[in-house]
């Protein structure tokens, strides 16, 4: 126990150092993860057993993140990206999968499961670092944006029957018909649990919960559907993953989505540093300096292989530069292709010595991702014939360019009536649940969370929004709440009431306007945001025109 625990400190250590330096250049956390655990295995020369306890704990952390996965597979994200997500989608993972099945069997002599197995891990793209490159740079509202949204949305879903077909590959002595009519079966007697749990018990449990206003109460509630969730799928002879997917899509409708979100994720991230602890410690430093150039040349070859495969793919759906930016954003291979690689690992579909090149080309493709999609304009350019580099129109897939009202109290339900008067687009954000049935009777947007906490404002986009009004009645929470919207969006307009001349706000250089009490000061906050975006708008102008 005293070796273990000196080894995790080291690790732990280790893995913030390097994660504190990479940050400074762009890198994602995993590689930093990734390379701990390879520096900690080269140092203590750690075997299958010494690493039994992490393979464990690091499960979870994948249940945790298929779990937030299906927070956001919900009824209404299915509709808005149908055509990316199951056509595009469809058609990128099984022509890459194809492709490389094919490559691994006939040029490198692999068994047909090994081959299928390693077709559909190169045919994973990084959700993780794509999706926060494009949303840190607004691309995610361009065409080719929604394009690499859906398409990573359908791998996400793909996970699901790719670690099935490793269970049916690594299960023997059992004849297939058997096989699948046992797997039918336990399937939708688990989905019918789950489905009736989180129709008539879940919902109930967290509202129950949720008002006893006690946050750690609310999140170990979370941590236990999660867990549970995912107890109920390896019962019924599934993947701990499948039933937190399950679990997460079951809350995708429910009020409480976007603060589960927001509690989970520091657990998620926590959990999912040590899988890639777990999978940097698979790394022998020995290997990789003996064979660095075929790493090299399988991470360029399987890198440009899979992005000829998006763009002829797209080429018939879109125009030339939207194509190209989405299959050169989606070239990478990524963080799900080491969970598949490791679970046939341990079912012996795959050898240590098969996943060791795969896994270093895996961590290099991801190490210059950011550098390639901050580039991608560049890369445009030279590729494409100027006549094919068509621009794409800049299209919203969220709402943008609106107002954030903090707090639905009577104020704030004012405030959005008067907003819906005149037309204009709004969201309102607050913790207490009992607004959730008011705001629907009212028509308003609403987002149940903490709006002190960063993911919650995320949700509601104050970063590409025109003015937040706050509608807090309390000095304090009102500077709370200023300081966490100025950390996320410092040029945001922001409108507050103030009940007298005095106040200490009235010092705080980042609010805007100043609303008292004896003005109609619903009206009077709207007036004033809708100004302020105005003033902003019209000061952007002359500002590019030179003026």
């Known amino acids: 126990m005293e070796s273990f625990l000196q080894i995790l400190l080291i690790t732990g250590l ?10 400074r250049y762009d890198f994602p956390p995993i590689i930093g993860y990734i390379i701990a655990g390879a520096f900690i295995t080269y140092v203590y020369s750690l075997h299958e057993t010494s690493m039994h306890t ?43 999968t194809l492709l490389f099945s094919v490559i691994a069997f006939y040029l490198f002599a692999a068994s047909l499961k090994t081959a299928i197995i390693i077709g559909c891990a190169l045919a994973l793209s990084s959700t993780a670092i794509v999706l926060k490159i494009l949303n840190e740079n607004h691309e995610i509202r361009k065409e080719y944006g929604r394009t690499v949204l859906g398409i990573l949305l359908f791998q996400d879903l793909a996970v699901i029957p790719i670690l099935l077909m490793i269970s049916f590959f690594t299960t023997t002595g059992v004849a297939i018909e058997t096989m699948l009519v046992n797997t039918v079966l336990s399937a939708v007697l688990l989905l019918a649990i789950l489905f009736v749990a989180g129709k008539y018990l879940v919902t109930h449990f967290l509202t129950f919960v949720f008002d006893a206003h006690s946050h750690e109460l609310f999140i170990g509630s979370v941590l236990l559907i999660a867990v549970g969730t995912s107890y109920a799928a390896y019962h019924f002879g599934f993947s701990y993953s499948l039933g937190a997917f399950i679990g997460g899509m079951l809350l995708a409708e429910t009020p409480f989505k976007h603060q589960i979100e927001a509690d989970l994720t ?43 495969i998006i763009f002829v793919m797209l080429i018939f759906f879109t125009g030339a530069s939207n194509a190209l930016k989405s299959a050169v954003a989606l070239s990478q291979v990524g963080e799900f292709s080491f969970v598949v690689l490791e679970l046939a690992r341990i079912g012996g579909i795959t050898t240590r010595e098969v996943n ?28 494409l014939p100027a006549r094919l580099d068509r621009r794409e129109a800049f299209t919203s897939v969220e709402v943008s360019g609106h107002i954030v009202v903090l707090g639905y109290n009577s104020l704030g339900r004012q405030v959005c009536k008067n907003l819906k008067s005149k037309g204009l687009v709004y969201v309102a954000v ?24 960063q993911h919650i404002l995320r949700s509601a986009n104050v970063q590409n929004s025109t003015s937040i009004i706050i509608t807090s009645e309390r000095d304090e929470e009102v500077s709370l709440l200023v300081e966490s919207v100025f950390q996320l969006s410092p040029s945001v307009n922001i409108v507050v009431s103030s009940r007298n001349d ?15 009490e004896h003005q109609e000061v619903a009206n009077s906050m709207v007036i004033q945001a809708v100004t302020c975006s105005v003033d902003k708008t019209y000061s952007s102008e002359r500002s590019s025109e030179g003026l």
């Open 14 to 23: 280790f893995s913030i150092i390097i994660n504190t330096i990479l940050k």
């Open 54 to 96: 992490l393979h464990e704990v690091s499960e979870f952390g994948i249940a945790f993140l298929m779990f937030t996965i299906g927070l956001e597979f919900s009824l209404s994200n299915f509709k808005k990206h149908k055509k990316e997500i199951f056509l595009f989608g469809t058609l990128q993972v099984t022509l890459s």
């Open 266 to 308: 520091p657990f998620r991230d926590l959990l999912l540093g040590v899988f890639f602890v777990t999978v940097g410690m698979q790394i022998s430093i020995t290997f990789l300096s003996s064979h660095i150039l075929e790493i090299l040349a399988i991470m360029v070859v399987v890198m440009a292989l899979k992005s000829v």
């Open 356 to 383: 060791q090149p795969l896994i270093i080309a895996v961590v290099f493709s991801m190490i210059i991702t950011p550098y390639i999609i901050k580039n991608l304009q560049i890369i445009v350019e030279r590729l």
């Open 430 to 453: 607050d913790s207490d649940r009992r607004y959730v049935d008011k705001s629907r009777r009212n028509g308003d947007p609403f987002i149940l969370g903490n709006a002190h906490q």
């Open 502 to 516: 005095t106040s200490q706000l009235m010092q705080d250089k980042r609010i805007r306007s100043f609303i008292h």
